[in-house]
């Protein structure tokens, strides 16, 4: 559990002492200080997959190649060698995006291809504790419902060709990954709920293209305001849930998937007018303003 405190505002009010103040603030310290390293770490690591990907210009040998050093690092994680345990969670990652890349290169971008990535990325991601891993396994998935991202110079963008079948696999997978996280132990029960989270995000770029395009992709047409007023339902149900558990991801989450809803739907069947924008940037205004109280309540977090 997490808990936001003014550590500032206490000293001030005499609820805590200077050493505890310290102490605190170097605490504060360590945990940005991971998360940068964390960061930094976690684009190294796809660059290095990148770039062996290109040099060995082989898909099978990069394949192999990857299953190696994934093997490598899994060994070093399982043994929980002291020394070498740092050395495990960077070449089990490592090892899993390069031959993922293999994979894919070599399948064509089948979906069988894209379903033993999944199952490498989720195996990986258990094994090293890897909230990347866990993460990218669900675009994985993703790829093999017909959806995928890509980036072409100065542009990234993403994919989803079957909206409701999309909205459909990844709620069922959030749930499925949230509902027993409460029940693992704490590095698994992260791992749970950063895949939950990635796919609700999922969840809502599919109610996103099916509410602008609707779906005729599984047997029978479904019409975009099927998804759209699915979509506020579940955006208002999240809200709700969150707010409700003490759940500020899931809050920001909802109120940011429910402003885009709001201005594309806005400037979609009412367009783009000199009123329509100042009557859509005045309600902004108060839920960012409404937004900003919430996040200052202390909470947990999930």
């Not at 890509?150 to 993403?158: I, P, Q």
């Not at 920001?252 to 806005?266: D, M, P, S």
């Amino acid at each position: 559990m997490k808990v936001t405190l003014d550590i500032d505002q206490l000293l001030k009010n005499g609820r805590i002492s200077q050493g505890e103040y310290d102490r605190l603030k170097q605490f504060a310290s360590e945990n940005t200080t991971s998360l940068a390293l964390n960061i930094v770490l976690a684009f190294g690591i796809i660059a290095v997959a990148g770039g062996t990907i290109a040099l060995l210009q082989s898909s099978y040998a990069t394949a192999v190649l990857g299953f190696v050093i994934a093997l490598a690092g899994g060994y070093l994680c399982v043994a929980k060698v002291n020394k070498w345990l740092l050395l495990g969670n960077v070449l089990l990652p490592l090892g899993a995006l390069t031959a993922a890349g293999g994979i894919i290169a070599a399948t064509q971008g089948h979906v069988a291809g894209f379903a033993l990535t999944a199952t490498l990325l989720i195996a990986g991601a258990i094994i090293a504790r890897s909230g990347l891993l866990a993460s990218l396994s669900v675009f994985a998935i993703l790829s093999t419902v017909g959806g995928y991202t890509g980036y072409e110079h100065a542009a990234y963008y993403l994919c989803i060709e079957k909206p409701l079948l999309t909205v459909i696999v990844f709620s069922a997978l959030a749930v499925l990954s949230y509902l027993p996280a409460r029940y693992l132990p704490l590095d698994y029960a992260r791992l749970a709920v950063i895949f939950a989270r990635t796919a609700f995000v999922v969840v809502n770029f599919g109610f996103w293209v099916g509410s602008l395009w609707g779906d005729d992709t599984i047997g029978s047409s479904t019409s975009e305001w099927c998804f759209i007023i699915g979509w506020g339902i579940v955006i208002l149900a999240m809200g709700t849930f969150g707010a409700v558990r003490n759940f500020p991801w899931v809050v920001n989450t909802a109120a940011t998937f429910g402003a885009i809803h709001l201005y594309t739907q806005w400037f979609e069947h009412f367009s783009a007018t000199p009123a329509s924008i100042i009557l859509a940037g005045i309600f902004t205004i108060g839920a960012a303003f409404a937004l900003i109280s919430y996040n200052r309540r202390p909470r947990k977090t999930i």
